[in-house]
Every structure is written in C-alpha cells, then in structure tokens.
C-alpha cells in the first residue's frame, strides 16, 4: 500500500507563471504524497492561472499580491506565510528563484534543505526520503531531515511528469494579507542599470534529441580529426558532442558540452572518441541505450561504462571508418 | 576595502580523475573562480582580500595556495564539532567567523562545492549576515566603496545591477586550473600565518549546538552510474571499424561475433 501523508505539503509557484510547466510538475508529484496540497502564488492576480492548479492536485492556493517581481520581497511575504500556517513540507523549483526563496526559507527557519531532488518518496517510518546527486554526480544519495519541523526541498525540472486529474478539485484561493511593516524591501540597494534579453532559440536544440552522438573528447587532439569526425558523422547521420576538456580546448562549442555542467541527452547509440569518460561527462548520457568507447588507454575509466570497448588509436580507427561509410 | 572570499577545500579526486597535483585537496572549482575575480579586483583597486574556509585539519595546504595565489589573511575555522555540518551548521560557522573578522565590503561566494552541490552556502550566507546577496553573477564590471556593479546571467536574459555594499555576490561559473604561482609566492604564502579558531574562539550563542544541529542526514549513497560487462573488440583497425560501423547501423550481430 501507499503511504500518504496526512500533512499539508506547500509548493511555491513561479511567480512569473504560477502554471509553469514546473510547477505543475511539482503539484502532481505534491498530489501522489499528500492530501492536502497548498499553491503558493505570491506575484499578480491571476485567477485563471490560479483556479489552473486544481486541475492538477491542488487542494488549495495560497495567493499573496505582489506587484513588484522583487525576490526579496517575495521571500519576506514567503517567510511570514510560512509563520501564520507551518506547512510541514515546502517544494521549491529549482530555478534561480526557487533557490533564491529555498535558501532564505531553509536559513531563517533552521530547517533541513535537500537541493535538486530527482526523487522524493515516503519510508516505512513515515518519513519523507529525498533523492539527489551527490559527489560530482557520481552517486545518487538518499537524504531526511532531522531536527526541523519543516521539510524543505527544490526539485529540478522535468524529472515528474505533470498529469491532468479526471475530476477537477474545487477551487479554494485564499488570499494572504501580508504585514507591509515587515517587509524588508532591500529595492533600494539593488538598483537594475540594464537589462537583456537574449533568444535562447537561436540555438538550434534539435540535436538534442539524435539518436546517434559522436562526443569529442580531450583525446581528439587537433582540428582536423575533428573534421574528419565531421565528415563520418554526416554521412551516418551522427551529431557530435563533446566534453568539458574538449571545449576547453576548443575542439568544439560550449553549447554542445554535455555532463553535469551541459546538458543531458539520451541517445541510442553514444561513441566517445577519446573521452577518459569522467563521471561529470557520463552522468549526461547514463541513458543512452548503447556506449561504444575508443580509448588508447586500456585503463581509461569510460570502459567501465561502455557495451564495446574498442582500444586503439583513435586518428587509426577514425580513417579506416571513414572509409566503411 | 576588503573583500572576503568563502572558499572550501574539497578532495583532488572528485576536480581530476587522473592525479595531476600531489595534494590530497585542492580549491572547489568554483570557488577558485570566485578567488580568481576577486585577486583581478585587487590588481585595479586598492584592496584587502581575507580567504575564509571551515574544514578538517588536512586542509592547510588549501589555505596556502589561496595565500600565495594573492589572498592577504587565511581564516581557518577549525573543530571536531564542525564535522558533518550541513548548510545550515556552514552559515552558521562561517557567518560567526565572518563577524569576527569584522569590518568587509564584499563577501564572495562559488556557486556550489564539488562534493556537497547544494548551492545554498551564499545566500544562506547572507541571510544571516542580513546583507543583500546577488546570485549567477558572471562579472564585477566596477567596484568603488560604496556599491559594486556586476552584470548577472540567467538561462534567457542578462542583468547588470549596481549594488550597495556591503553585499554578497555569488559566482556562477567554475575553473579547474588555477593561475600559475610562482615558487616564490609559495614559500612566502607557507611562512605565512594562518588564523586559526575554534567554535572557543567564535562567539556562539550558548544553545548554538542546537541551533547549528545539521539539519539533514544521508541515509543510502547509490552509484549514479552503471558499471557494465562491456565487450571487448579485437583485432586490427580494420576490423574493429568494421564493427563499430555495424553497430552503428544496426547490422551487428552479437551471437556471431568472435
Ligand atoms: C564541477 C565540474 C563539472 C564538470 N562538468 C563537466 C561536464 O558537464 N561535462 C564534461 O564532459 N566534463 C565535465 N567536467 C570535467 C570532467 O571532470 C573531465 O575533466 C572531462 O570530462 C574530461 O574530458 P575528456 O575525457 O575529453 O579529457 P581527458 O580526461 O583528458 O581524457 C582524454 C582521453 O583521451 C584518450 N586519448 C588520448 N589520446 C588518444 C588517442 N590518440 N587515441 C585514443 N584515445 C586517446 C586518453 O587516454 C584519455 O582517456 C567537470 C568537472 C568539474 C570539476
């Protein structure tokens, strides 16, 4: 059976968009632990947004006006929802925001944070048990808070899916009146000179979803195998990759950096080209169905990971496979 | 002015898997890069640079590398007590240290550690420092007595803001390689004095093991990766592309290979 908690569990909405994607994701994981599932909205009235989240686990929105998207502010009116009605759990996103208000919360409440969880379920005692990487991404640590009443976590984005409620719960929006004395707005040391936005599109992110990857790695050495990679993989509709050392070293883009600190991508079939395969690099295709490595050194730590080892020289290998397309 | 930069020794192994340096810890990647911005303050403007870090007795060597790297004082907090501090004990701690020191500008920050990743020491920090905190800062584009100005990276829009001091600012990015210290500046940062305290020497409030009681526990630690009986393919060049190709194109056939 599944235990569910009988305490109210809070999820903090984006205040830019308290249907976010993410957020909705976060109530539907709130619905499957909990009965009773606080929104919280703090930014512009927004009952469509707002009257939204029932559909998807809700039980209630907790909604306090704020014109201003001044994250301090919203973090002193956070801090004294939070005092007026103890929720005994608090999910965040795990946006700069949500770590923003996360930290502030978990600071003045004195209670256990567990950042970027990818997990969080319910243990025999009860209790409830929050996963996330640690170690550079190399292990994935199970975490409970201990000494604190309140239970806080951020959670990253896209590891639950958002599900649609056959039945839409009722609506109950409550609206927070908040002390304006005790707002410490700290607007006025923070002055904005200057704002830009860019396009995040014109990167073209197709490439994410290949089903074949080539990743560069520090052993790739120079241009022109680089070019000769180029060439295999378009004639094997193949998108190229890399690692950290590779951008570093200018063998390719930042934006095609994968890993820990780039992006994670899941392809059927990865070849890594003289990648020592670090767990900051493998941890963005732990997901890919088939890991084909090319390493010289027998020794290299991607063959612990790998389906096909293959342990020669790469510029050797690379031509005769050029050769075979 | 002075500028105090939160730095935390971490081990080498979890920065290079293969052991490039001899030390057992280095410099969390993104604190170096913190340290790094504030010693090119220290080339333009005229200013203090103290280096704070909490850790076990083994971390010293960490210490005199921030030293010799250009840092001026290294605060080293320091006691039994302090181990297994989550972020909670860490602000705490070093919020004390921090006080003790006295007087800053700028409190500096990396955006996480290697081996905790939590990303909540800065602002944390500055929660209870009850100071303004800047997080995803990219750059400190001018720095004057009285506020800073740096401009901040979000994933779809760019800030610069002017910010009152003192203030906290936290660093986005990290560096694995730090610049070059020459011979000289290490033996002149080992002969250096390091300060030292204890939670005796930092004013705690008398219940602060209360206060400061971490607040989360690892229960079970799960290998993120898996380790697989990957197949070794023989041969010479020619033959091993030859597979590669196949696998590639889905032609390979496993039962009859080898
Ligand atoms: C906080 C942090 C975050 C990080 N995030 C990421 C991340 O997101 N993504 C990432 O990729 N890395 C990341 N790293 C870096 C990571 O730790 C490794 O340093 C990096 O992945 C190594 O890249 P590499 O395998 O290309 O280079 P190396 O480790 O230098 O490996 C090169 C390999 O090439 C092989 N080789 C050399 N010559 C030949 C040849 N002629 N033929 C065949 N093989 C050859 C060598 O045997 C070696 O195994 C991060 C590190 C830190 C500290």
Redesign the interface.
Same mark, same amino acid.
């Given at each position: 059976m599944r235990i569910i908690m009988d305490n109210d569990i809070w999820v903090i909405c984006d205040n830019l968009k308290y249907d976010s994607d993410h957020s909705l994701q976060l109530i539907t994981k709130a619905a499957q632990l909990s009965l009773k599932i606080t929104a919280i909205c703090i930014g512009k009235l927004n009952s469509e947004a707002m009257e939204r989240l029932f559909s998807y686990g809700a039980t209630k929105v907790l909604y306090s006006e704020c014109e201003n998207d001044n994250i301090r502010v919203i973090a002193s009116i956070l801090k004294q929802m939070i005092i007026s009605y103890n929720p005994g759990m608090i999910m965040f996103l795990s946006s700069s925001a949500g770590k923003y208000l996360a930290s502030v919360s978990s600071t003045y409440f004195e209670s256990g944070l567990t950042a970027d969880c990818i997990d969080i379920a319910i243990d025999i005692d009860n209790e409830y048990v929050f996963s996330r990487a640690a170690l550079n991404s190399s292990v994935i640590a199970k975490i409970k808070c201990q000494n604190s009443h309140i239970r806080m976590c951020t959670v990253k984005r896209n590891v639950f899916s958002i599900i649609l409620l056959n039945m839409q719960r009722k609506v109950d929006i409550e609206r927070f009146e908040y002390a304006k004395s005790s707002i410490s707005d700290k607007k006025q040391v923070i002055e904005k000179l200057n704002f830009l936005t860019y396009n995040k599109y014109v990167n073209n992110d197709n490439w994410m979803a290949a089903k074949i990857v080539f990743a560069i790695g520090r052993g790739v050495s120079n241009k022109s195998n680089v070019d000769l990679i180029k060439r295999i993989a378009l004639k094997c509709g193949a998108e190229i990759v890399g690692t950290r050392a590779a951008v570093e070293e200018n063998l390719i883009k930042k934006s095609r950096q994968v890993g820990q600190s780039g992006v994670n991508i899941c392809p059927n079939i990865y070849v890594g080209l003289g990648v020592s395969g670090a767990s900051q690099h493998m941890v963005g295709i732990k997901n890919a169905k088939m890991i084909i490595a090319i390493n010289s050194d027998e020794n290299a730590p991607i063959f612990q990971y790998a389906d096909y080892m293959v342990v020669d020289d790469l510029k050797t290998i690379l031509t005769e496979l050029n050769t075979l397309f | 002015m002075k500028i105090i930069v939160c730095v935390k020794a971490v081990r080498q192994e979890?920065v290079f898997?293969?052991k490039v340096q001899q030390s057992t810890y280095v410099i969390n990647p993104y604190d170096l890069l913190a340290l790094q911005n504030a010693i090119n303050i220290k080339n333009t403007e005229a200013c203090t640079i103290d280096c704070i870090s909490m850790g076990p007795d083994s971390i010293r060597e960490v210490l005199v590398k921030c030293l010799a790297l250009g840092s001026d004082n290294a605060y080293w907090l320091n006691d039994k007590a302090f181990a297994g501090a =989550?972020?909670?004990v860490t602000?705490y701690v070093l919020s004390k240290g921090i006080s003790k020191i006295g007087e800053y500008d700028l409190i500096i920050c990396g955006e996480q550690t +290697? =081996? $905790?990743?939590? $990303?909540?020491v800065g602002?944390?920090l500055a /929660?209870?420092l009850n100071i *303004?905190? @800047?997080?995803?800062v990219e750059e400190i584009i001018d720095f004057t007595d009285k506020y800073i @100005?740096v401009c901040v990276k979000?994933? =779809?829009?760019? /800030? %610069?803001?002017?910010?009152?001091l003192p203030?906290l600012v936290v660093f986005k990015n990290?560096k694995?390689i730090s610049n070059t210290v020459s011979l000289l500046h290490l033996k002149k940062a080992q002969r250096k004095e390091i300060v030292r305290w204890s939670s005796n020497d930092l004013c705690f409030e008398k219940n602060w093991c209360g206060?400061a009681?971490?607040?989360?526990?690892? %229960?079970? %630690?799960? *290998? /993120?990766?898996? %380790?697989?009986e $990957?197949?070794?393919?023989s041969g010479n060049?020619?033959k091993?592309? +030859? +597979?590669?190709?196949q696998?590639?194109?889905g032609r390979f056939d496993a039962d009859n290979y080898g």
């Open positions: - | 979890l898997i293969n =989550d972020t909670i602000t +290697v =081996d $905790g990743e939590t $990303g909540q602002i944390g /929660e209870r *303004p905190c @800047i997080t995803n @100005i979000y994933e =779809d829009h760019e /800030e %610069v803001l002017k910010i009152q203030a990290f694995l206060l009681q971490a607040k989360t526990r690892v %229960v079970n %630690v799960t *290998p /993120e990766l898996i %380790v697989k $990957g197949r070794l393919i060049a020619k091993k592309a +030859v +597979v590669i190709s696998l590639i194109q």
